[in-house]
Structures are given as C-alpha cells and as structure tokens.
C-alpha cells in the first residue's frame, strides 16, 4: 500500500465508523421487534454487550408473552456483568430468578448473582461488608442447587472470600495489640480479640502467631496491672505458654514465648516472697 493510500485509512476507518453507528443508531429507533431482537443477539455475539443492551432493554416490554423474553431477560443481566456493573448485573439477575423461577437458566442466574456480589468485594484493608453478602449468597446458592455443576467454581469463590474475611479479623485483632499504649486494659482487650479470632476461625494458619501474639500480649497486661493483680495474670501466660508449646512445638515464635514464660515464671516467683504486702494494695485495676 502505498503513502497516499495510508493517508486516506483514517478517513475510511471514521466513515465506516459512522456507518456502524448510524445503523446501530436506525435499529434502535425501528419498531421492529424482530429485527430489533436479532440485532441485539448479533452485537451480544460480538461482545458489544453496550450496545446490545440498550437493544434489550427497550426491547423486554415489546416482548412479554413471548418465547423470546425469558431469553432477554436473562441476556440483559449478562450484558450488566460483561460490563463490569456488577451491582446491576447482581440485581437483574435475581429478579430474573424471581420473575422466571422454573426456567431452564435460574440456576445459572443463582450462581451470576453470587459471582457478581464477589466481584464487588473490596481488597482486605476495607470494610468486608460487601464480601459477607456475596458469601451468603453463594451459600443460598448451594443450599439450592447442591448438584449444580457451577458448584466448584462456587466452592472456590467461597474459599477465597472466605479467606479474605479471615485476614481482615486476623488483621483487626492485631490492632488490638498495636495499639495497647501501655494500658493494661488495651492489653486485656487484645488478649480477647486474639482469642476470639482463633474461636472464629480455628483451622487458620494464623492461628500459631495469634497464639503467640496472645501471650505476648497477657505478659504486658500482667506487668502493667497493679501488683495485687499480677500473679494470677502472669499464672495465666504460663498456662498459655504451655497450651501453646504443645500445640505449636516447632513454632518460629517458641524461643520468644519461651522467653515470656520464664520471665513469668520469675514474676510469680518473686510475687510469691511478696504476697503478704500486695494482698493490701487497691484492686481496681
């Protein structure tokens, strides 16, 4: 080809352009519904999900009691998806579900809702709202249809949510021992959130750090507590320790817990000679 031909491939290119979108544009207007519906299912094929939308959606009143609306229906929740407008696709394809619940693609429909709330969960950082909706939908789902063949895929959608929920609340009770400044009561605070995290989730693999980062955080609280209070609080991270120890005996925080536990030990130890004097100090703490 030559320069001067180059030259002309711009202006050829915005011509048929223009042409496309001028009979896009004829279609849209036309009232036939035929035409209209083929047109949309064309441009759905070749992926310009916009545009066969648009078709769809005004095309879905023209087509009630006919075979081709339950098909539309389910094609316009589609185009809401490929769009990555998951909200919508989510909310067409449940009223989909709704408005046809005996069609042949309902269960289809069940599983692109939940598929479509787990693509608006956020990253883990922010609030997982959004992740627990689209995990109690998968759940309705399989609830539905436990021999759906979208099942896998559902169980690996849940997984990683589900994964991602366990790190935010791993994430969340460390806050509790970042943030302790020294008050015994942070420290207290921290001891319950580590526990319940291994409460909420006791297959996690976090579960050795919050183990650890729980006796971490009993020591502090015992040192920071008044002296009447110390003794059961640090008898309280030597049995820690030992639960620990048992379930974790290769941990790579055992030296450092070991550590914990016998300046615990010493504590109590010291405590024990002194007894007689902190049995008359205040207990408010």
Known sequence: MTKRNLSYLPILLLVLLMSACGQYNKILKSDDVDKKYAAALSYYEKEEYEKAGALLEDLMPLLKGRSEYERANFLYAYTKYHQQLYLESSFHFISFGQTFPRSQFAEEAAFMNAKSLSNESPSVNLDQQST???????????????????????????????????????????????????????????????????????????????????????????????????????????????????AYPNSKFLRDAERLYSLSREAVEKLGKNQPAAATATNNQ
């Open 132 to 246: 627990a909706q689209a995990m109690s939908a998968l759940q309705e789902f399989m609830r539905r249809y436990p021999q759906s063949k979208y099942m896998a895929d559902a169980n690996k959608i849940y997984d990683e949510l589900s994964r991602k929920i366990e790190v935010k609340a791993f994430d969340s009770a460390k806050q509790y021992y970042k943030l302790t400044n020294y008050d015994p009561q942070y420290y207290k605070a921290a001891v319950v959130a580590l526990e319940n995290f291994r409460k909420s989730f006791p297959s996690s693999v976090y579960n050795e750090e919050a183990a650890y980062l729980r006796i971490d955080a009993q020591y502090n609280y015992a040192r920071e507590s008044i002296e009447s209070k110390q003794r059961e609080r640090y008898l309280e991270v030597i049995s820690m320790y030992q639960t620990y120890v048992d």
